[in-house]
Structures are given as C-alpha cells and as structure tokens.
C-alpha cells in the first residue's frame, strides 16, 4: 500500500477514535497482510496507534483474515485476535460475531486476554490449503477443541499470504488465553498444533487438477463436461495480481479454444477505445501486459465489440469472448458475468483471474483446472525471488527442522 495513502485513512480513523473517547472496547476488521511502503507491518502500525490513543486498559479485538501474515506486535497490541476458518472464505459474519462475542465478554467481564503467536517457518499459497480438504481439513477441525479449554477465549491457524516478501510472512497459530497460567496453557496448545502442521507440511498441494497452461486449455477443450473453469492462478487480483497479464488469452486463440471467455483484463484505453465504437463493429486493440511488464507482454486483436460501458467491455475475437476491465475486479459469481451479457453455462470454457474459486463460481463450474500460469501470484513460489522472508523457510529450504 502506499504509504501516503495508508498515512491518511490512518489518521482520519485515528481522529475520529480520539473524538469518541472514552470507549469501553475497540473492535477491529483487519486483514493482516498490508505492507506498507516505508512502514512494512500495517496492522501492526496501525493497532499500535490505537492502543496509544485508547491506553492500556481499554479492550482491543480485532479478526482476520487467515491469509494475513500476523507479527509479534500485531499479536502484543491487541487483546484477542480471531481469524476466518474457512477458505474460500464462507464465515465472514460468523467471525465478526464471534469477535463481537470475546469484545462483550471483555468488557462485562473485566478480562484482559493476551495472544500467544507461534510462527512456522512454513509459506504456503492459499491454494495448497482449502479448509473442505486435508490436511487444513482436520487441522482447523483441531480448533474448536483448542476452545473448549477452561482460559482458551479463542484458537487461528494463519495460512499466510506468500506473495508479501516481508520478514513475518508464514504460517502462524494464535491461541488467546486469560490471565498468567492460562497463558502458559496457551502456548502449550499453540506450539502443539504448530507441531501438528508442521508434521504435515508436505500434504498442502492444490485440491483440482493443476496443470501448465497449455495442457489446462488442451484438458479443458477435450473434456466432456462445460463450462470447466481455468484458473489464470498467475495473475490472480484477489492475491495482489495485476489483472493485466494476458497470456493465457494468447494461448487459446493459438490453440484455437473457441466458446471461451476470459474474465477479464484490466485494460481501460482498450474499454474506452471499445466505448467510442459502436456495438457491433470491429476494433483493433493492443490489450494487456501494462501494468504487468515483467511477466506479460501486450497482445494484439482485432475483435467485433459485444458490450461496450464506460467500466467494462466485452470483443469477441476469433471464438474468444474477452471482457475488458477499466480497474481491478474479479469475477467472482454467475451475476458478474450476466451483467456483460454472457451466460457461462453456455461456454466451454472460462478463464477467470483467480486462484481457488470462489464459492458461487464453485457452483456452477462443472470441473476445475488450475493453469500454472506466470504473474506475480505464481504457485511455483520456490522460484520466486524472495529476500526478505526468514530463513530457513520451507518449501525454500528443506532439509532442517522446526522447534
Ligand atoms: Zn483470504
């Protein structure tokens, strides 16, 4: 994030807590993995700058996001930190209340819990841990168990973002205990599950087949089921992706997969070149590879105009249906592709810029190929050029162990 960009909304929501005081109780909806340019850790940053305004005594739970990459200070300034439990993410609201629940509870009660964080020298991509499969499966399953301890107020396991190069990127596990000797038991739980997954660590993989990106649309064009969804994993917005990087569209016009569409590429002069002409005609268009200029290059068609919005255009070229983007946004349900006027059920083949999918696209995929494909979110994280993550890390380095 940037920094002068973090700086604002940080102080504007900084004012306002000081305008409100006193409070009995802060309630945070975080993420945990802002990097901040010339700050790095942005939930710490910004929990140790409420804790000043509202002091020591005051309660502070904030959740998460279990692909946040969670630091000591995060876990020190906050009194009870509550992750998500699911990936794809399902219990968005059930996380809030639980939150809201420990906060209540606090506060009635007059309890100050404290978090003890275990951080494995593990990165993972979200992708080698959805919660429906092992071993997240049973992994997660372990924390209702962890809760139910006398002095346990709350147990996450924090799968991490791989794609952040920063010193506290890793798996990690929180469990939040009450007063000095349920402390004690908290780390005791925490370390054992940290064990639990790190006996485990070479099970993570991707859950659908994962293939390189001409073997997944040769797959995809051969299958008999339709439409089979094709994950451009490289280029992923919803892991910090570019959204731009337009390989995968240049493979299946040369292989020649027609009923495609590919979902989409953020490219606004191609929109509003699409916006001047009328629907129905032919443009020209050199599409993709601007933001991206280090694992794509920009490509060009020629395409006959279906829709055409100030926000989103869709050009038909040679079979290929390509949905253009004036900003980052994934298409994440059926209603976003209803809205261009194309209903997938009715394609072959669909190219979305995610990793996983998400639960509605999940619905109505009838199979699922990962493609290997090159971004900045790549899944083959042991080449990518890391310098700032710890060391040993596995799968980076392998031959060591974990205490
Ligand atoms: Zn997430």
């Known amino acids: ?153 709350d147990a996450s396991i924090m799968i991490g973002c791989a794609w952040a190069d920063t010193s506290r990127t890793s798996v990690s596990v929180i469990v939040c205990g009450e007063g000095e000797e349920h402390g004690s038991r908290a780390r005791e739980l925490a370390e054992g599950l940290a064990r639990e997954i790190w006996k485990r660590r070479s099970e993570f993989a991707p859950e659908v087949e994962t293939l390189k990106v001409d073997e997944a649309i040769e797959k995809a064009m051969k299958a008999k089921e339709r439409p089979v969804f094709i994950s451009d994993s490289g280029d992923n917005v919803t892991a910090g992706g570019a959204g731009d990087v337009p390989i995968v569209l240049e493979r299946l016009l040369s292989l020649g997969a027609t009923e495609s569409v590919v979902a989409g590429i953020i490219d606004p002069e191609a929109v509003s070149t699409c916006a001047k002409a009328r629907k129905g005609s032919r443009v020209r268009l050199r599409i993709g590879g601007k933001l991206d200029r280090v694992n794509g290059y920009p490509i060009d068609v020629t395409g006959v105009v279906k829709h055409s919005d100030p926000r989103i255009a869709v050009i038909e070229v040679d079979g290929v249906e390509v949905v253009l983007l004036s900003s980052r946004w994934q298409f994440a349900s059926a209603k976003g592709f209803q809205e261009v006027g194309i209903n997938p059920l009715d394609r072959k083949i669909i190219v979305v810029k995610l990793g996983y999918l998400f639960p509605e696209i999940r619905d109505i995929a009838r199979r699922s190929i990962m493609a290997l494909s090159p971004g900045f979110t790549s899944l083959d994280i042991g080449r990518l050029p890391y310098e700032r993550v710890m060391r040993p890390i596995f799968p980076l380095d392998k031959d060591f162990e974990f205490n």
Do not use: Q, W
Request: charged fraction near 25%; glycine fraction near 10%.
């Open 1 to 153: 994030m940037e920094r002068g960009a973090y700086l604002a909304l940080r102080d504007e929501f900084l004012d306002r807590l000081s305008s409100s005081l006193p409070v009995d109780g802060v309630l945070l909806n975080l993420h945990g993995a802002m990097e901040v340019e010339g700050i790095g850790d942005g939930e710490g940053d910004l929990t140790k700058a409420v804790r000043e305004v509202v002091g020591g005594e005051v309660p502070i739970v904030a959740t998460l996001d279990l692909h946040g990459n969670v630091s000591h200070e995060l876990a020190r300034n906050v009194n009870v930190l509550t992750a998500l439990r699911t990936a794809p993410h399902r219990d968005g609201e059930r996380t809030t209340e639980r939150a809201v629940g420990h906060l209540v509870k606090c506060v009635e009660e007059g309890i100050r819990p404290s978090n003890t964080l275990v951080k494995l020298p593990l990165i993972l991509p979200g992708e080698f841990a959805v919660t429906d499969v092992e071993p997240a499966r049973s992994l997660y399953g372990r924390l209702a168990d962890l809760e139910k301890e006398k002095g346990i107020i």
